[in-house]
């Protein structure tokens, strides 16, 4: 296995480490130990973010590119966005609804893609999917840093105290996230709907002819 591979597989493997620092509380009260849980797991997503544009650079540089590579490298992407998305549910920070729709979109797109692997096309990622992957990463490093700020307030008694044009914190910064959430989704299900138009062939349902 090449030195991309294995940093792709290194991005999966933090996966269960992430989670389990973003959802600490639900195994302790004590808030500063939350609060490190928080840190860590924001330092985690970063870590685990920059393999990803590691391992594609090394692969290329060193022309190294396989076809593992190319079935490990968007899986671990998936893996890791839906970790922290259905994390952030269970904290109650997005709704679930919006999430659903968000994970449709990447299982249809991993549907259409092993069709075309099937019929010997390879589906790349266009711009549009560019744009909603750094669109769900930043969401999510938002969040975190929402998490984190939050908990550091709270832990020095500041939190509830702070007060701007009559709202307090949390509706400001749930106010922040939605956007960023809405931004997110919209692009995410936009750029389906464009891998969806443009392969559209890849779903007809035409028989196989017998051999």
Known sequence: MN???RLTLSRIAIIPFFMFALLFEHLSANLSLVTIGRYAALL???VASITDYIDGLVARRLNIESRLGRLLDPLADKLLITAAFVSFVDLEIFPAWIVIIILCREFIVTGLRSLGSVQGRIIHANRWGKHKTLSQVLTV?????FLCGRDTLM?????????????????????????????????????????????????????????
Do not use: E
């Not at 490093?141 to 840093?145: N, S």
């Not at 709202?167 to 989704?185: K, M, N, T």
């Open 3 to 5: 030195i991309a591979n």
């Open 44 to 46: 985690l997503f970063i």
């Open 141 to 145: 490093i938002a969040t975190l840093l």
């Open 155 to 211: 832990l020095s008694g500041h939190w509830d105290r702070i007060i701007v044009k009559g709202w307090g914190l949390d509706w400001w910064l749930d106010i922040g996230l939605r956007i960023l959430l809405y931004i997110c989704a919209f692009f995410t299900v936009f750029s389906g709907t464009i891998y969806l138009l443009k392969n559209r062939d890849l779903l007809s349902d035409q028989t196989d002819n017998p051999t």
